[in-house]
């Protein structure tokens, strides 16, 4: 395996080309405990310096498994759970207690459903492929609230049969069909509406879903939101429980989630006046943002939980309400951090006065998102230590498109070479969920690590499973 330096990339010192990184980072060896799973470490150099997850070496398993993988990280994901769980169970704003579910489109299989049961969390399903994965691993359907803004009438059904805890209505259509479901199935089906809120896109670039131009929920400010509680309290078939707001996806500021408690509360208000009844129930969404790279700076959820938890509190004192329940959706917050893609280096190419290219074995096949929504990621060397300078870089993938990016800037140790292994930490959350078989691509595995032990939660695609989808005449 050849280890030469590539001299004809940029060194650290040289004008950059476009690309955000000022300068690499001061030791590429180093790990930043921010956009890592919370057991990986770098080994000892004498052993190599490879990065170890779980106690367990990625040379390893990446011999056991094969690249790229997903490894996730248990104990992490447990944590996180147990941290999401404990700050809303402390920070109530009401003595009816408050809820933590998990988005289960960030990342859903069987093993994370149970453990999101022993952890007490509940879980939001978005799809009825959603719901068949939480109810076959034994999700008690209770806990289970259900999305989407354009739920099939199957999916409805499904819902309901199943005896789901709430549907999130999001469409007047949506809420005649349900009560017919509901109907049918002799049951009284607990809702939510959601609303949108009116946050404007502008207050934060990343506040996407609660502005009024967008397919989501129903408009407070047009009316439509009230409305569509008229329709709800007036069906026998339905429960209005409550309101649900989600106002977008990587946040880090609480500015957004404050504004659109103020006003779920202030719909509470209206509807106690007009009604005569006080809804127990409201629901403010996920979308906390998580480290992908140095640059970003997450809230802990212990210090989101209560400003969330204060305006509600301080917001129902103002309108005479009792606080409601309360509950959140975090996604990617909890299984964002848990894992990390491992990829082969195949390819090292550099370009004169550029950047290097550094080929690896997956790309927008496990990780649409850099293509998608420009996201940033970091990326480092997992196989050894190195010490050579730092080489400005972009990670790519093997696809037909010149667009599959998986890192577009990086320092990687001027050796990188064929063979080495490097790991993309963060893609927890949206990578393996988005996954697609773009050029056959077999979708990779998902790895759990736990205390020194490994297996696989979702197995690696195989030709055999293209093949059986395609009819052959
Ligand atoms: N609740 C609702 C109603 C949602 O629509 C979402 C995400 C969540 C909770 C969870 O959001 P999280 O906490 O994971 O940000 N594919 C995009 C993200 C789309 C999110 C859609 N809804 C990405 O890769 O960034």
């Known amino acids: ?64 498994y094969g690249t790229p993988a997903f490894i996730l990280d248990e104990a992490d994901f447990r944590a996180r759970c147990r941290a999401w769980r404990e700050a809303f169970a402390s920070e109530r704003p009401g003595s009816e207690g408050a809820d ?29 492929g959603e719901l068949a994965v939480a109810l076959a691993a034994g999700m008690p359907p209770e806990r289970i609230a259900f999305h989407g803004n354009n739920k099939t009438r199957h999916e409805l059904e499904q819902a309901v049969k199943a005896g789901v805890g709430h549907v999130v209505v999001d469409s007047y259509e949506e809420i005649a069909r349900l009560a017919w479901a509901a109907q049918q199935f002799g049951v009284r089906q607990r809702v939510l509406i959601r609303v949108t809120v009116g946050v404007e896109a502008h207050t934060h670039e990343f506040i996407a879903t609660a502005h009024e131009d967008q397919k989501f929920g129903l408009s407070l400010t047009g009316g439509q939101a009230a409305e569509a509680v008229r329709r709800v309290l007036n069906l026998d078939s339905l429960e209005l429980a409550g309101i649900h707001s989600h106002i977008g996806s990587q946040i880090f500021d609480t500015a957004g989630f404050e504004v659109a408690a103020r006003r779920v509360v202030g719909l509470l208000a209206e509807i106690r006046d007009e009604h005569g009844v006080e809804l127990p129930e409201i629901d403010l969404g996920g979308g906390l943002g998580i480290a992908y790279t140095s640059e970003d700076d997450p809230r802990e959820p212990a210090e989101i939980a209560r400003s969330l938890a ?111 292994l490097l790991a993309v930490p963060a893609t927890g959350a949206y990578c393996r969920s988005m996954a697609s078989n773009y050029n056959h691509a077999l979708r990779p595995p998902v790895v759990a690590v736990l205390d020194g032990t490994s297996r696989v939660l979702v197995r690696r695609e195989t030709e055999e499973d293209l093949l059986r989808l395609d009819v052959g005449h």
């Open 100 to 128: 933590v579910y998990y988005a289960g489109k960030a990342f859903l299989c069987r093993a994370v459903v149970r453990w999101l049961h022993e952890e007490g969390l509940s879980l939001d399903v978005c799809s009825g």
């Open 310 to 420: 204060d305006i509600v509190r301080r917001e129902c004192v103002a309108a005479d309400l009792t606080p409601p329940r309360l509950s959140v959706e975090p996604g990617r917050a909890i299984v964002g951090p848990t894992a990390f893609t491992l990829y082969e280096v195949g390819t090292v190419k550099p370009l004169e006065g550029l950047r290097t290219y550094v080929s690896v074995d997956g790309g927008m096949s496990d990780n649409i998102r850099t293509a998608l929504y420009d996201a940033d990621y970091s990326v480092a060397l997992a196989s050894r230590r190195s010490a050579a300078e730092p080489m400005l870089s972009r990670v790519v993938g093997k696809h037909c498109e010149s667009g599959d990016i998986v890192v577009r800037d990086a320092f990687l140790p001027a050796d990188t070479a064929p063979g080495d």
């Open 1 to 64: 395996m050849s280890r030469s330096a590539h001299p004809a990339g940029p060194r650290h010192g040289d004008v950059l080309p476009e690309g955000h990184y000022a300068a690499p980072p001061e030791d590429l060896n180093a790990l930043d405990p921010k956009v890592w799973a919370r057991t990986v470490v770098r080994g000892e150099a004498a052993e190599g310096g490879a990065l170890q997850v779980g106690g367990l070496d990625v040379r390893a398993l990446a011999e056991e």
